[in-house]
């Protein structure tokens, strides 16, 4: 067929408002269209846009679930991740200038070690100056933590202060010590202290979550303790997980149906007694894919660990463990609590159902909002009014 009888039969079918997605529903016929000569695709997508059709097409997206990556704690940093790491230089540079930001320039560094962070498998630079002590993102340089003992900043004669105090005080220091790269709104989600009264308080802890409209990202956060009436920093933890902002094209009830789709192939036997579903921002993990594939080990919990006295535990030395992507995006959060309870087993379970492509990117046992709840309920914790 000649490029002008294709593009003729193009806008008969136009005309009869029958989408041009009709010709590429199979990966066969997609291809067929993208072999079509560069004047014909330009016709298709100019018609498509003064038509005003809506095609099938456009609501296809990308599947992100892959398949977890296994890991060892002892594994170290290995030669090739070492090329991919900035330099010990590059590091130290980069922690002067943020020791000096936040008024600490007179700290000068003695030590910078590379190592391997086996809490999150991340490769990072640990670095030390006499009083403080500085993780940074191997790969990125950015601030992950700070630890200075309290015992640095001299005792004051009356640690105390009130609640409203101390809100007011974490957004000051928030201000001030909040890298660059993390601006935008923060919602102040938790503030607490380590005593059960205001007046005997010597550490203080404000939690600050990343803000968007209604959700807050609790992997963009930046948690705060400080020594009070001096304002000392005493530690300082750093999260930058970005938030994808994808689209919400899953309803609640497609994602309590994946979810509980799931949850008969992994549970079998167990009879679901009430679901529970609301969006959230959540980052992607292993977890249901652990509990579907090694379903016996992860419900006693003994996938790594093994058990040495009655209440004793230890990791098995054959350990393996599992990491995904870690991409942060926004989810249906659908509780599952069944209706019986078994021994060994949790009688909740949470799933993450992506809004966008369906795909089930994670997980925790428990309930999420009860989790919410108790943090947002716990009476050391000040919320924001």
Not at 327 to 349: A, D, H, N, T
Request: proline content about 2%; charged content about 35%.
């Amino acid at each position: 067929m000649k490029d002008n009888e294709i593009v003729d039969k193009i806008i008969l079918k136009t005309r009869e408002k029958i989408a041009v997605s009709e010709f590429i529903k199979e990966d066969i016929e997609v291809k067929k269209v993208y072999k079509l000569p560069k004047i014909v695709a330009t016709i298709i997508a100019t018609i498509g846009i003064m038509s005003g059709l809506v095609y099938a097409t456009a609501n296809i997206y990308e599947k992100i679930w892959k398949e977890p990556k296994e890991y060892r704690l002892d594994q170290g940093v290995t030669e090739e991740e070492k090329q991919k790491c900035i330099k010990k230089e590059e590091a130290q540079r980069i922690v002067e200038a943020y020791l000096e930001k936040i008024g600490f320039n007179e700290q000068q560094i003695i030590r910078a070690d590379l190592e391997k962070d086996t809490i999150l498998n991340d490769n990072v630079w640990l670095i030390n100056t006499k009083s403080v002590s500085i993780k940074i993102d191997a790969i990125t340089g950015k601030i992950k933590y700070i630890y200075i003992p309290s015992t640095e900043y001299k005792k004051p004669e009356n640690y105390g202060i009130t609640r409203e105090e101390a809100r007011i005080k974490a957004k000051e220091l928030l201000e001030k010590y909040r890298p660059n790269e993390m601006s935008g709104e923060y919602e102040l989600v938790s503030l607490k202290r380590n005593s059960e009264y205001d007046k005997n308080a010597y550490i203080w802890y404000a939690d600050f979550y990343k803000k968007y409209d209604n959700l807050v990202n609790e992997n963009e956060h930046i948690n705060i303790g400080w020594v009070p009436t001096v304002d000392g920093l005493y530690s300082l933890d750093i999260q930058n997980d970005k938030y994808e902002n994808n689209e919400e094209k899953i309803t609640k009830e497609e994602a309590i149906k994946i979810a509980t789709e799931k949850d008969s192939l992994i549970t079998k036997n167990r009879k679901i007694k009430t679901t529970n579903a609301q969006i959230r921002i959540k980052k992607m993990n292993e977890q249901v894919y652990l509990r579907e594939n090694f379903t016996e080990e992860y419900e006693k919990g003994t996938l790594n660990y093994e058990k040495t006295s009655e209440n004793g535990w230890q990791m098995k030395k054959d350990a393996i463990f599992y990491e995904t992507e870690g991409r942060v995006r926004k989810v249906w959060v659908v509780v599952i609590e069944y209706e019986k309870q078994e021994k060994g087993k949790s009688p909740l379970f949470t799933y993450y159902i992506d809004t966008t492509t369906g795909e089930i990117i994670g997980g925790t046992t428990g309930d999420t909002f009860r989790t919410e709840n108790t943090i947002r309920n716990d009476p050391h914790n000040v919320i924001e009014k």
